[in-house]
């Protein structure tokens, strides 16, 4: 089946630094991505949608400037969170839909996850 | 009112039990649905997936779809320890194509622990 990469797992940062994580499709191409966030023992939250070649579309709430993210190729999607602070600590997963459903069915693989901590 | 309810439990079974896990939904949209399964600290893996009314069987899982009272479950015979973790349901609508997928709406999650 589809597998989807992402990168680190796990990550400490100091308060104001940058992270970035990557998310990748290993065997097949994903023109769409999704970021998601989850906070301990709470569901999953979409954050954005990450189209390749062209800007993310962000949900409700949340903020651009602060979660960037980045789709250059059909295999690569970052999100980065930029000046980080530790409000900014959860778990983020990236996901990619996954071939083999009917047109438009979002059924998606997800990525292990990285989870943040910002000290 | 949340679009997907689910009772996030916990719950917690002796092996061997059956084990039946629900959502409710209030969108007519949802045309297909899902449940997935999120050991700790693990990204959620796919386990069932339905689109049209009725049961659908895979191994010791069964999921199950009533459109009609919008309701879903998922069963798990004789389950396992190894089943200790949160269920996930998830459902979206059909779209035409494109590059603009829909997005999948999540329950809350529903803890589940199997002791030996």
């Known amino acids: 089946g589809a597998v989807v990469s992402q990168h680190p797992s796990w990550v400490i940062c100091k308060s104001g630094t940058s992270v970035k994580i990557e998310c990748r499709s290993l065997?097949?191409?994903?023109?769409?991505m999704f970021w998601y966030r989850q906070f301990p023992k709470q569901s999953l939250m979409l954050m954005a949608t990450s189209n390749e070649g062209s800007k993310a579309t962000y949900e409700q709430g949340v903020e651009k400037d602060k979660f960037l993210i980045n789709h250059a190729s059909l295999t690569l999607s970052t999100l980065t969170v930029t000046s980080a602070h530790p409000e900014d600590s959860s778990f983020y997963i990236c996901?990619?839909?996954?071939?083999?459903?009917?047109?438009?069915?979002?059924?998606?693989?997800f990525g292990a996850g990285s989870r943040l901590t910002v000290l | 009112q949340k679009e997907v309810e689910q009772d996030p439990g916990p719950l917690s079974v002796p092996e061997g039990a059956i084990v039946s896990l629900n959502c409710t939904y209030s969108?007519?949209?949802?045309?297909?649905f899902m449940w997935y399964r999120q050991y700790s600290r693990k990204g959620p893996e796919l386990l069932m997936y339905t689109y049209s009314s009725g049961n659908k069987e895979d191994g010791r899982f069964t999921a199950q779809v009533d459109k009609s009272s919008k309701y879903i479950s998922l069963f798990i015979r004789d389950s396992q320890p190894s089943d200790s973790a949160t269920y996930l349901c998830a459902m979206g609508g059909l779209y035409a194509g494109g590059t603009s997928y829909g997005k999948l709406t999540f329950g809350q999650g529903t803890i589940l622990t199997v002791h030996p």
């Open positions: 969108n007519s949209a949802f045309q297909y």
């Open positions: 065997d097949f191409q994903a023109t769409t």
């Open positions: 996901s990619a839909r996954e071939g083999g459903f009917p047109s438009g069915a979002n059924v998606l693989t």
